[in-house]
């Protein structure tokens, strides 16, 4: 019954932005870090953007700071990722991620693709 459904992707072009949303269902949400991985072909899945369980500590991939924030509402049971300024190169499926601290358990959702070009 475990679930982090991703939605919000699609096609922008560089420059804009998007919102990405992570449903979350399963779990006690507001214990588990959450983050945003990415990942293109070819490529290894990168951490993008974390938050801990209460929102207090963030942290952002190096190529992604001052574009991308994350934030979640736990009482909705939810994590965002907005991205600004997107780039060609921030192309790539997105990835919800639950972290239990307690032994690192995680769970994934299924992805949502990103592609920005023009």
């Known amino acids: 019954q475990v679930q982090l459904v991703e939605s919000g992707g699609g096609l922008v072009q560089p420059g804009g932005s998007l919102r990405l949303s992570c449903a979350a269902s399963?779990?006690?949400?507001?214990?588990?870090?959450m983050s945003w991985y990415r990942q293109t072909p070819g490529k290894e899945r990168e951490l993008v953007a974390a938050?801990?369980?209460?929102?207090?500590?963030?942290h952002y991939a190096d190529s992604v700071k001052g574009r991308f924030t994350i934030s979640r509402d736990n009482a909705k049971n939810t994590v965002y990722l907005q991205m600004n300024s997107l780039k060609p190169e921030d192309t790539a499926v997105y990835y919800c991620?639950?972290?239990?601290?307690?032994?690192?358990?995680?769970?994934w959702g299924q992805g949502t693709q990103v592609t920005v070009s023009s």
């Open positions: 938050i801990s369980s209460a929102g207090g500590t963030t």
């Open positions: 991620n639950a972290r239990r601290p307690i032994d690192y358990l995680n769970y």
């Open positions: 399963g779990f006690t949400f507001s214990t588990y870090a």
